[in-house]
């Protein structure tokens, strides 16, 4: 018997797909302190201004914003910090090879909840061009306007 997983999206970079090409995601675990997961799962989290940064051979989420939980007495943590991302040496070593390249950056996509722990979906990006934007943009416009097209004729 499978057990069903169960996923439960805590903040999006919804920007991300519009302003980069995605080359290859990853799933990444997280190290926060207990007040961060209670403010992570009210959802205070923004990951507009985040990315990722390789230092010391470790993997950190910079510019992340978890807003601080309200109920704590004392002891809160600091809502924007570098936060180490977990994950296995070998990505790791594929990821910096990658990012040591003209023009690729690695950015969040999504925080979410699964099962009980929380994850990072992490992506390795290349920045569009403008002309890139417009010529996605003009794609979708066409495709909207033949569903309408179709959904007219019936």
């Not at 090409?21 to 675990?29: H, M, N, S, T, W």
């Not at 507009?48 to 007495?73: C, D, F, T």
């Not at 600091?78 to 594929?94: G, Q, S, T």
């Amino acid at each position: 018997m499978k057990k069903k997983e169960t996923e439960r999206s805590l903040a999006l970079n919804r920007r991300a797909r519009h302003l980069y090409v995605i080359v290859d995601e990853l799933e990444c675990g997280i190290a926060l302190v207990g007040t961060e997961v209670k403010s992570l799962r009210a959802g205070k989290c923004s990951l507009a201004e985040a990315y990722g940064q390789i230092k010391k051979g470790e993997l950190y989420l910079v510019g992340a914003n978890i807003g601080e939980y309200a109920n704590a007495s004392y002891g809160s943590h600091k809502p924007v910090r570098d936060r180490k991302l977990l994950l296995h040496a070998r990505e790791l070593h594929k990821w910096n090879k990658a990012v040591s390249e003209k023009g690729m950056t690695l950015i969040p996509l999504q925080v979410y909840l699964k099962e009980h722990l929380i994850k990072v979906q992490m992506a390795l990006v290349k920045g569009k061009k403008t002309y890139d934007k417009r010529a996605q943009e003009k794609e979708r416009e066409t495709k909207r306007e033949m569903d309408r097209a179709v959904r007219r004729d019936r």
